[in-house]
């Protein structure tokens, strides 16, 4: 199992702005997930993207993969108020067990 | 309405009980997963099972216990033995060979 690690800690935009938030790891990945948790509750499924896949969207979301430098990031075009939450990334190798970073606090100002 | 919960959403514990936080699935999904939060930090993997009857640990797993006895129950026990068991707790929950997780919507346990 290997961690995520999300990049900024914390990122506070207007509403309508982008906001992207990046995520490293250490070792090889069969594909790597982004989740998104609103305050006080669980998490939710985002967007998975496979290693042989570079770029991904899933409405709003633009999810980027390079597997030579071991990153990913997310991108939330458009942002709105209710996109304010913590986003985690979640790079998986195979197996069930896998370890979420502290995660990027996103505040998106009204 | 598919889904998984946790029952119950606060719970409070005097020192030296244990405390069971159930976690129930109607998914049909084979693998589940316990998770504890501390204040501003991230997941951190307590226990898992991918099948029925069967169970392994995760990163934390001391002070803990589970059992799987059914396939849409995961129950997760607090001991006494947990130094400091106040957090966040979350339940989930995915098929076998997939990765994406479900995610019921969490217990909050707090030690008086």
């Known amino acids: 199992s290997q961690q995520g690690e999300e990049d900024p800690q914390a990122l506070s935009i207007q509403e309508g702005e982008n906001a992207t938030m990046n995520c490293s790891y250490k070792?090889?990945?069969?594909?790597l997930q982004w989740y998104r948790q609103n305050s006080g509750r669980g998490l939710v499924h985002l967007i998975l993207?496979?290693?042989?896949?570079r770029e991904k969207h899933s409405g709003r979301l633009r999810v980027t993969l390079d597997t030579s430098k071991k990153s990913s990031s997310l991108l939330i075009t458009a942002s709105r108020a209710a996109d304010t939450a913590s986003y985690f990334c979640?790079?998986?190798?195979?197996?069930?067990?896998?370890?979420f970073g502290t995660g990027t606090r996103l505040k998106v100002l009204a | 309405d598919g889904g998984i919960t946790q029952s119950p959403k606060y719970l409070f514990r005097k020192e030296g009980q244990n405390v069971t936080l159930s976690c129930e699935q109607n998914l049909n999904h084979d693998a589940m997963y316990w998770y504890r939060q501390d204040p501003g930090q991230g997941l951190r993997l307590i226990y898992y099972?991918?099948?029925?009857?069967?169970?392994q640990k995760g990163d934390i797993a001391e002070g803990y216990s589970v059992s799987r006895e059914k396939k849409e129950s995961f129950p997760l026990t607090v001991t006494s033995a947990q130094k400091n068991p106040t957090a966040f707790y979350l339940c989930a929950s995915s098929r076998a060979g997939v990765n994406e997780q479900f995610f019921g919507p969490g217990t909050r346990l707090t030690v008086l």
């Open positions: 099972s991918q099948i029925v009857n069967d169970f």
């Open positions: 993207i496979r290693s042989n896949e």
């Open positions: 979640a790079p998986t190798s195979g197996t069930y067990k896998y370890i």
């Open positions: 070792t090889s990945i069969n594909n």
